[in-house]
Every structure is written in C-alpha cells, then in structure tokens.
C-alpha cells in the first residue's frame, strides 16, 4: 500500500476530478491530506466534456466488467429524492432504442445478449424484429433500420435485481453543479482556478506538482490529472489517449414539439452513431458517436529534462474548442449527417434548421478502457482520464474507484483494464479508438474539414 500523501493536486474538475476530489473527502485515511482541485475555467468549465444538456446513462455494455459497474452507477441514479444525485429531474428514465442496419455492428447483439444474460429476465430487454416494431417505441414516427433492441423499465413487470438494466439520461451541467455543491460543502477541498502549463518534475523525473506560470507553481506529493482530451498536452501519452472531437448540433422546439416529444426514448443509431436524447427546455440535440475528428498541434515534448525525449517536437491531438475561438465552426460533413438522422428519427422536424452546433471532445483510449492509474516511471503523478466518450454515467461510482486505485486497492477486473499498457501492446496501433461501438469514417482531420468547407463555401 502506498503511504497516504500529505498533499493532493487534482487538476481539472470535470467528472473524473470532481468525484475523486469527494471520494477522498469520504475515505478515513485521507482526512489529514489536504485537497485541492485546479481547473483553468470557472466551475462549470464552458468547453468541458462533463457539462452539456444530457449525457446517456446505460448499462448494456458487451464486457461485462463495465457492464457491472454500469449497473452499480446506475443503482445510485435512480435514487431520486432532492438530495441524490439522479434527484430533481437530473436522471430521467426514458429508455433506449437502439437500432442498426442488420449485419452492420456485431457490438450491438453481443451487448444486447450480455444483457439478457445478465439480467436473468427476458422481460427488460425488447428485441425489436423489424421496422415497424422500431417505430412503435419511438414514438417519433421515424425509425429506419431493420433491427434493434428496447431497455426499458415501464415493460417489465416484475422486480428487478441489482443487475437490472434500464437506460435513462441525465442532465450532465446539472448532475455536475449538485456534485460540486456536494464536494464544496464538505469544506475540505480547496478549489482554484488557474491553468497548469507544465508538469514539476525532481531530478529524478519525480512530479513535484504544476507549474502554473514560469514565476507561479503548486506543490503536492501526489498530482493526479483529470485533465480529460487535454491531457496529453501535460503527459506523453502517444499511442495510449487522444483527442476526438465529436459534433453536437442543437435545434429549439415549440412547446407543444416539447411535450409530445418528451417520452420518446434515447433513440441510438449504432450503424452511423447518430443519437437523439429526449428533448428538454425546448432544446434537442442530435450527437454523434464516431471516431470523430483529430485536430494534430505540434508541442515540446512534456516529458522531463532528464529524458532524450525532451526537447522533442511531438505531434498530437488536442481539444479545439470555443474556448480558444469563440465562433467556433463544425465541419459541414457533421452536420449532414446530424440531418440526415433527424430525418429518419424524427421525420415531423426533417426541415428544422439547427441553430447552433459544436464540438465536444473524447479523450480516447485504443480499447475504449479508462486510463486511471499511477504512471509508471514518474512517482507522484497518477492519470485519471481515458473516458472515451464513456464516461460520464460513472459520475456517482468512478471517484471511488479512482481512489481505491491510488490506494492501491483496486480490484481486478477494473484494475486490469485501466492499467498502463506496454509499449510492446499499443505498438502498432494506430490511435483509433476499436471500443466496437465507433461508426463513421476514421481518420478525419479537423483541419482538413473545415478547409474543404471554406473551399466549397468560396466556389458557390
Ligand atoms: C459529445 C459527448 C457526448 C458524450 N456522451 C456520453 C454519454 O451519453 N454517456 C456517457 O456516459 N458519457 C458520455 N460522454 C463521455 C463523458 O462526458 C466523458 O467521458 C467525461 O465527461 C470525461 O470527463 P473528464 O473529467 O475526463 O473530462 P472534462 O470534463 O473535459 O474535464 C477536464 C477538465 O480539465 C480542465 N483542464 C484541462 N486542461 C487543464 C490545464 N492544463 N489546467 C487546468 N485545468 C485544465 C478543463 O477545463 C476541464 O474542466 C460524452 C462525451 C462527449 C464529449
Ligand atoms: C441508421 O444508420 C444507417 C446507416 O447510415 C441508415 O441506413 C439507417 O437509416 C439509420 N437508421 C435510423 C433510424 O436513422
């Protein structure tokens, strides 16, 4: 066991440094460390991947080690008194139609087995056959595709265990405020704002904590980064996390729109990774899961001083967000295909157009697996990142975990798929997250998107 450190650095408050930052509010042993978390915004951070209007919470995963853990995240939000988590209207269980063109995603039947087989009752799964049986629970009139499958509590009659499955949604910017108003109520953390710009590193490459300006620094025995798709501006992590950037577009709805589309179902797509949550505030968005687009910049190396890296140019991908160009543009081949979804799922709105788009970024693994662990060669520092587009239903459970794992208590077999991988196993990979669950094109290069469009735009 590692001894317990003094001081604790989380630097970035999303949804992996928010819950580790209370989970160790939570634990014994801690109550002498002192915590603090930094991020370079204001709480809740504008262009974080933690804070939009919904996130998808689901436990069909096809591994059954996060389809577990999935299920015990969902345990707590469907708790729904003001004082949970899943309470006032921050979870909603709406159900989940996914649908592909058979043949298209075997991701799709092996999760939909998996989660028969876990739940032991036929009942909460519905496997849809055909078209018609799609469109019927929607409830949207659209629903191309020619087989799917339905999770859904209302058709079940009978009292579900702890591995029942049921998928619902929540409101990620306001799940993340009752968290934070948790974290900050607890008067142990000390929360900053500031942007770590480097990492300190010992003659012996030791992290020390960050610097925060040539003259500005933070000290701590332990740094851990939860810095999400920006991580790899801090840490050498080629091969192991990058940053993808996937496109939102947003479209307002009348009132009446609202209330009849408010007990639609999350309607997924897996064959183009289209998906619409239900509508709320008048607002709906229409997402896309796909290897999304890279955005390569060339850095120094992060590595320390001490390494034949430093000094290095690297090339990597980082977030492009509207923090860095406010009037952010999405490239035109995200949002057709945004459209071309709407049509087919919710015909009634096929001429609507978007108001606004942008894109949100995954920080994404080789296998989709979380990268939460010490590193290996620099003592003082531990990752907590690698969500993989998948992270966010782990709000209530991951922070537990995240600190077990610094304790050194973390089970198998989470602890086997969160590790460190050898140079020897991401060696020849190309970077493309292969979870099973991506559609698109791989490959796209932000860059090269948006100077297609400007060339379109200046021709026509
Ligand atoms: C469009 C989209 C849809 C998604 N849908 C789902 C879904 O339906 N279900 C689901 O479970 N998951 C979903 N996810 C994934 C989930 O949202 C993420 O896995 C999760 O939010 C990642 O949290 P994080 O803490 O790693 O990152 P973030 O929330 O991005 O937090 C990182 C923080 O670090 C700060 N930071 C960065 N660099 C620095 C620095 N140098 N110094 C100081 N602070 C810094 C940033 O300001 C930010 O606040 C989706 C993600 C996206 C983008
Ligand atoms: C899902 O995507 C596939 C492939 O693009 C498409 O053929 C199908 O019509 C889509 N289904 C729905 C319901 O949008």
Same mark, same amino acid.
């Given at each position: ?230 991580? %790899? @501006?801090?840490?050498? +992590? ?6 993808? $950037?996937?496109?939102?577009?947003? *479209? &307002? ?122 590193? %290996? @060669?620099?003592?003082? +520092? ?6 993989? $587009?998948?992270?966010?239903?782990? *709000? &209530? ?64």
């Amino acid at each position: 066991m590692p001894e317990v450190p003094s001081s604790i650095l989380i630097v970035g408050s999303g949804v992996f440094g928010l819950s580790t930052a209370y989970a160790f509010t939570q634990r014994p042993e801690y109550a002498n460390t002192k915590i603090t978390v930094i991020d370079r915004s204001p709480f809740p951070s504008p262009d974080g991947s933690s804070i939009d209007t919904s996130r998808i919470i689901r436990a069909d995963y096809s591994d059954p080690a996060y389809a577990a853990f999935a299920a015990e995240a969902q345990t707590t939000w469907r708790k729904t008194s003001p004082h949970d988590l899943g309470g006032e209207g921050r979870y909603i269980e709406s159900g989940l139609v996914l649908v592909c063109n058979e043949g298209m995603n075997p991701y799709v039947k092996e999760s939909f087995e998996n989660v028969r087989t876990m739940c032991g009752y036929e009942g909460a799964v519905h496997e849809l056959p055909d078209r018609s049986a799609i469109e019927k629970a929607v409830k949207t009139g659209g629903g191309s595709g020619n087989w799917g499958y339905l999770t859904q509590l209302l058709l079940c009659e009978i009292e579900l265990t702890d591995l029942d499955q049921r998928s619902g949604w929540a409101d990620a910017q306001a799940s993340m405020i009752f968290l934070h108003h948790l974290a900050s109520s607890t008067n142990r953390i000390t929360f900053l704002i500031g942007t770590a710009t480097s990492l300190i590193f010992s003659p012996s490459s030791s992290v020390l904590g960050v610097n925060l300006s040539p003259s500005q620094q933070l000290h701590a025995d332990l740094t851990i980064l939860a810095t999400g798709a920006w991580t %790899p @501006s801090l840490i050498d +992590l080629r091969g192991r996390a990058t940053a993808t $950037g996937q496109t939102l577009c947003y *479209l &307002p709805l009348t009132s009446l729109e609202q209330a009849s589309l408010s007990s639609m179902p999350i309607f997924f797509n897996m064959s183009d990774g289209c998906f619409i949550i239900p509508p709320r505030n008048q607002i709906l968005k229409v997402a896309r899961h796909a290897y999304g687009y890279s955005n390569p910049v060339t850095i120094r190396n992060p590595s320390p001083p001490s390494t034949a890296a430093y000094e290095k140019q690297i090339t990597i991908s980082l977030p492009r967000t509207t923090w860095d160009e406010p009037q952010q543009l999405v490239p035109s081949e995200g949002i057709a295909a945004s459209r071309t979804a709407l049509i087919s799922m919710i015909p009634s709105l096929s001429t609507r157009a978007f108001t606004s788009a942008r894109m949100c970024w995954y920080t994404d693994t080789p296998t989709g697996d979380f990268l939460i662990t010490h590193h %290996p @060669s620099h003592s003082g +520092l531990f990752l907590a990142t690698g969500g993989s $587009g998948h992270g966010f239903k782990f *709000l &209530p459970v991951i922070g537990e975990r995240i600190v077990d794992a610094v304790g050194g208590t973390l089970e198998t077999p989470l602890r086997e798929r969160w590790r460190w991988r050898s140079d020897e196993e991401i060696e020849g990979l190309n970077g493309d997250c292969e979870d099973g669950s991506r559609s698109g094109q791989p490959g796209l290069v932000l860059r090269e998107e948006m100077e297609r469009d400007a060339k379109k735009g200046s021709k026509s």
